[in-house]
């Protein structure tokens, strides 16, 4: 297998360039379906320690479906599988630079939730322009044993997120420890409640 590493302001990503597992040619949905059910030893060897970190991203170089796309690209990090990443996205564009596979200019890359464009703007510049976001439901609220009532809004960005209204812990590097357990919960108590 061969691999090109990057980061974007110090976001790592992993990027399978060649050797990764055969997934045919479906779309890029049913391929990281089977990516995930038949292949997943090989994420968990990409990503995971000790040649990867929890905060490493990998992306699997494919053949798009899409002609106008000069990749198609499956997303995955320590605990699965995302649909969009965007630190990701700009790894991979400066990765297909670097590799001589797309010069300065626009290109589309293929994701599961949809076509996204990467603006190479320089050797190492890229700017993106996601799938459209939205937020799907504000004033959510959900209770969290051990830090009650915690408020905020569910939104799309090429994955789900919950945006909280406000940190039930102050954000600083001591408690990143207890921010990770704590966005643990709200994730948990947020799928028990539907």
Known sequence: MKLVDSHTGG???RV???????LGAGSLVERTRLFAEK?????????????????????????????????GVIYFNNTGYLGMCGHGTIGVAVTLAYLGRIDIGTHFIETSVGVVQADLIGPNEVRIENVASYCYK???????????KIS???????????????????????NIS?????????????????
């Open 11 to 13: 976001e790592p990503t």
């Open 138 to 148: 504000s004033g959510v609220v959900v209770e969290v044993d051990g830090l009650g």
């Open 152 to 174: 905020g809004s569910i939104a799309w960005g090429g994955n789900w997120f919950f945006l909280v209204d406000q940190t039930p812990l102050e954000l600083k590097f001591e």
């Open 39 to 71: 292949f997943d030893h090989v994420r968990t060897s990409v990503i995971l320690e000790p040649r990867g970190s929890d905060a490493m991203v990998g992306a699997l170089l494919c053949q798009p479906t899409d002609p106008r796309c000069v990749a």
């Open 16 to 22: 399978i360039i060649d050797g990764g597992p055969d």
């Open 178 to 194: 207890l921010l990770i357990a704590a966005a643990q919960q709200i994730q948990s108590a947020l799928n028990e409640n539907g």
